[in-house]
């Protein structure tokens, strides 16, 4: 790999570990032209099936979007980032699961849904609002009574550890 600072042609890898739950190598290099140090991250490149729009359109599957729909939902919030990111790679995992070429937005949306519930009920309202196209207050109401029936009683899952 190139050194980013000089440009050198071979840098030397001097520490090497697992990071994002073993999903990621985190590789710290070194330049034996400028002595330079900086990081890298290796994962594998993993393609994701394409979105239909519910016009019917279709695009690429964009993880920033993603990222950007999920931190406005959370915008304010006392959530932390590695908690969002964590959201991000399981809505993106349990998509390659389906193992499908293309996949709805509609899906996207639920698994969206599906994540804030776990990271803070007020988020998921504030999505479930916009996505569902509340009309009124009754529309949110229906929304937090169908919430509460479903409280997972030990606290849900894995995305409610404040790691």
Same mark, same amino acid.
């Given at each position: ?13 001097? @520490? =090497? ?8 190598? !985190? ?19 993993? /393609?994701? #099936? ?5 016009? $019917?359109?279709?695009? =690429?599957? *964009? +993880? ?8 406005? &939902?959370? =915008?304010?919030? #006392?959530? /932390?980032? &590695?908690?969002? @990111? &964590? ?8 998509? !390659?699961?389906? $193992? ?8 996207? $949306?639920?698994?969206?849904?599906? &994540?804030?519930?776990?990271?803070? #009920? ?5 999505? /479930? ?9 009754? /529309?949110? =109401? ?6 509460? +029936? ?9 995305? *409610?550890? $404040?790691?």
């Amino acid at each position: 790999m190139h050194c980013p600072f000089c440009a050198y042609a071979d840098t030397r890898v001097v @520490d =090497s570990r697992l990071a994002d739950d073993g999903g990621s190598v !985190r590789r710290r290099r070194e330049c034996p032209q400028c002595g330079q140090r900086f990081t890298t991250f290796e994962r594998a490149e993993l /393609a994701l #099936p394409v979105v239909v729009k519910t016009d $019917g359109r279709r695009e =690429s599957f *964009n +993880e920033e979007k993603l990222q950007r729909g999920l931190t406005r &939902a959370l =915008s304010k919030r #006392p959530v /932390a980032t &590695a908690r969002v @990111d &964590a959201a991000v790679r399981m809505i993106q995992r349990r998509i !390659r699961e389906r $193992g499908e070429r293309e996949i709805p937005a509609r899906l996207i $949306g639920e698994l969206v849904m599906e &994540a804030l519930r776990d990271l803070d #009920p007020v988020a998921y309202v504030r999505f /479930a609002s916009v996505y569902r196209r509340f009309e009124d207050v009754d /529309a949110f =109401s229906v929304e937090i009574a169908r919430m509460k +029936e479903a409280e997972v009683p030990d606290g849900g899952d894995d995305l *409610n550890r $404040g790691d």
